[in-house]
């Protein structure tokens, strides 16, 4: 089965999820839906597999000490 999550980006560049999503045309049909409210007229949407979305808690730690590193 799919996971898919919508992602709402704003023009100010904030980005939030609307929502996950099991398949794509789930998917298309909320962006389309969004995408017809006069209030969402300047906001972008993006479809992404929900693998993507996620990191592991180790994942983060090594990326924060990465940068700490890099910082030396």
Do not use: W
Not at 44 to 67: C, F, M, N, T
Request: proline share 3%; net charge positive; glycine share 4%.
């Amino acid at each position: 089965m799919e996971k898919l999550y919508v992602n709402e980006i704003r023009p100010d560049g904030a980005v939030s999820t609307v929502g996950l999503f099991y398949s794509l045309a789930e998917a298309k049909n909320i962006v389309a839906q969004l995408r017809s409210v006069p209030e969402k007229a300047d906001c972008r949407y993006e479809i992404i597999e929900a693998v993507r979305h996620v990191l592991s808690v180790k994942d983060v730690q090594r990326s924060q000490g990465a940068q700490k590193e890099n910082r030396s």
